[in-house]
């Protein structure tokens, strides 16, 4: 990578930011603002100040948001309605026989994004063999009469529309040529069947477009503004696109963070043996898993129980980040999120009003922060602010003082982070033991050599950018697009060329919204036994039906643990471009005397230590650092317990490993 890359990913807490430069890596963290384009900005010009370069000499511009994820969790998206068949108005309230919680007898599904009296149905019939009734262009207008003019934005999703979307179309014509807002269609969102899961995420796309179109835009004007280059915008997928194609398609931004830092993780650490990627900011922890040297993926996620079915780097999150408050149930017992004190006004740490104990304030009493730290290299701290929480908290939970407290925030919220770990890892037949964990984001170093030990893994690895990994990640992200149809049949049965011809299909409509070269196109298909409602991805290399079905099978003893002897039966066919984009190659120094002190730190497993306080970025390459130590950096700090040795390679990546 030549020339001067800037990659900057929007997080609860702060707005990171990574600046490559011909070699040199400046990186930088400012508080995130209402308006995140605002932050970004300030980002900008922090880094480039930093760095020594003007922000006109930047060549590239990498962004990474939570607009569109906000706006679901948080319920803010546009006013949106819904067109679909008759007799289907109501598939997005009915959804799936699953129960949030199996056991809870006042478990509520989360309300559907579009209620019912903005739902409308049209008179038209399409099977999966063709369409048999067309659609009646005056009903349409005649149903635009009945939408509200406040709807913003508009949904639709008419039944096998991804078999055969003549009708969807002509809805949508109409509607377009009707009202001013945009329009969200089924196939082209999510060419696949299952009306739920397609409705679903056709309705997320409807819901987030205004505000993803909106953001995108002002902040390419902003950029414009300041002579740089129109971003590029990370996608759930792990890839980039361009600003226009992301504007077109917006649900594909929904994980756009954690993908980034994912992405961040694979480019910096060798993926020989596998990763589990651990991602702690502000507001949540982000686990995932790069297995064989590849980032896994999924197409059946959920955001705050509404199914989601493009493509995402497959990401578990839960509520335990740095902010996440420490509260106590009804029953006495300690819980750490999914609340979070946010930005503003943050932990109580921060200085800035907040009250309530978090993760960090428990860290600060732990003495795994110091009394001068510089969170984020922008805040510090307040001690006694962080005392008192804990104290208050203690009395609250019965315990004897504010370190009890904090021994149990930490403890608790490791848990949490345990078990995301586990679900992706024991709960999809992986052990955690033949696995590197990495961590980054502002937290994750902290919390990541103890997590580790209760999970028997036995090397933790923490890129030098750790702090700001995903925005790291950016600068490392290929070009990547996705495009799927079902072609449901016996895989005995399926025709080649029949198959070839979706697959070229789907192979022109990924190339066209490539930009930025020559893509590479991965084949897939998503296959079952005959009998079940669950589908595998496994690659297709020119299609051969023998060599699938015993990739099939493979796969499903891999995740399952057996195979059978039934029938397989072909689903979905997918392709991927993909551009490779050349990573950054970072020229690391270190030397001199990284030894700042020392303090008193907690430990779980020993107690009360004394502990060699060290500054990171000064850490020779070939290095050893005996725990206990702290080693801080601008953006984040790492935790070595007793027991634990830690050594930095030429690219100033540190790997913990326990002591024999």
Not at 428 to 449: E, I, K, Q, S, W
Request: aromatic content about 4%; overall charge negative.
């Amino acid at each position: 990578m030549t020339g001067t890359h800037i990659g900057i990913d929007v997080g609860g807490t702060f707005t990171d930011v990574a600046l490559y430069d011909d070699g040199d890596l400046t990186t930088a963290k400012v508080p995130s603002t209402a308006d995140q384009s605002v932050g970004v900005m300030e980002g900008i010009e922090k880094a480039c100040e930093e760095a020594g370069v003007s922000p006109p000499e930047i060549d590239a511009f990498s962004h990474a948001m939570t607009v569109s994820v906000n706006a679901l969790l948080e319920r803010k998206g546009a006013k949106t309605a819904l067109v679909t068949t008759e007799g289907f108005r109501d598939v997005l309230e009915i959804g799936r026989q699953a129960r949030p919680d199996l056991y809870d007898l006042d478990a509520e599904k989360p309300a559907p994004l579009v209620p019912r009296k903005r739902r409308f149905e049209i008179d038209e019939r399409t099977t999966p063999e063709g369409i048999e009734q067309e659609v009646d262009e005056d009903e349409v207008r005649e149903l635009v009469r009945g939408i509200d003019t406040s709807v913003e934005s508009v949904a639709v999703c008419l039944l096998h529309a991804y078999a055969h979307d003549g009708n969807e179309r002509r809805v949508a014509e109409v509607l377009r040529e009707e009202l001013d807002v945009p329009v969200s269609t089924s196939s082209g969102v999510l060419a696949e069947f299952r009306e739920f899961e397609r409705c679903s995420t056709t309705a997320v796309d409807a819901y987030v477009t205004p505000a993803i179109d909106s953001y995108v835009g002002r902040l390419a004007e902003r950029a414009a503004e300041a002579g740089v280059p129109t971003p590029r915008i990370m996608q759930s997928n792990g890839g980039t696109a361009e600003a226009e194609t992301v504007r077109e398609h917006a649900v594909t931004t929904t994980l756009s963070g954690p993908a980034a830092g994912v992405v961040g993780a694979g480019a910096t650490v060798s993926r020989k043996g596998g990763l589990v990627t651990f991602d702690m900011g502000g507001t949540s922890s982000d686990v995932s898993l790069v297995r064989e040297g590849e980032i896994e993926r999924t197409t059946s996620a959920e955001i705050d129980g509404l199914p989601i079915g493009v493509p995402m780097v497959d990401v578990n999150t839960v509520g335990a980040g740095g902010g996440s408050i420490a509260w106590v149930d009804s029953g006495g017992a300690l819980r750490v999120g999914p609340r979070s004190a946010g930005a503003q006004p943050g932990p109580a740490c921060y200085g800035k009003g907040g009250q309530r104990a978090t993760v960090t304030d428990a860290n600060v009493v732990l003495g795994y922060i110091g009394p001068g730290t510089a969170l984020g290299g922008e805040l510090t701290l307040d001690v006694e602010a962080a005392h008192e929480a804990l104290e208050s908290l203690a009395d609250e939970a019965g315990l004897a003082d504010a370190l009890e407290a904090a021994r149990g925030v930490y403890r608790v919220a490791n848990a949490n982070m345990a078990r995301a770990v586990r679900s992706v890892t024991v709960e999809r037949g992986y052990d955690p033991r033949g696995f590197g964990l990495v961590a980054f984001g502002g937290a994750g170093p902290m919390h990541a050599v103890s997590l580790a030990d209760s999970l028997d893994i036995e090397r933790v690895v923490v890129p030098r950018p750790a702090g700001v990994l995903s925005a790291f990640g950016l600068l490392a992200a290929d070009e990547k697009h996705d495009a799927v149809r079902t072609h449901r049949t016996p895989l005995a049965d399926a025709d080649p060329a029949e198959v070839e011809a979706v697959y070229s299909d789907l192979e022109r409509r990924v190339r066209e919204e490539t930009a930025t070269g020559d893509p590479v196109i991965e084949r897939a298909a998503d296959c079952r036994y005959v009998g079940q409602s669950f589908e595998l991805t496994v690659e297709v290399e020119g299609f051969d039906a023998d060599a699938l079905e015993e990739r099939f099978h493979a796969a499903h003893d891999q995740a399952y643990g057996y195979r059978m002897d039934e029938a397989v039966e072909l689903v979905n066919l997918r392709a991927t471009a993909t551009v490779p984009r050349e990573a950054p190659r970072v020229v690391y120094g270190g030397g001199g005397d990284s030894v700042l002190g020392d303090r008193e730190a907690y430990f779980p497993d020993t107690g009360r230590r004394e502990a060699t306080i060290y500054d990171r970025d000064r850490i020779a390459p070939g290095e050893r650092v005996a725990g206990p130590a702290v080693l801080e950096q601008a953006e984040s700090t790492t935790v070595l317990p007793p027991e634990w040795v830690g050594e930095v390679d030429s690219a100033g990546t540190l790997t913990a490993r326990r002591e024999d």
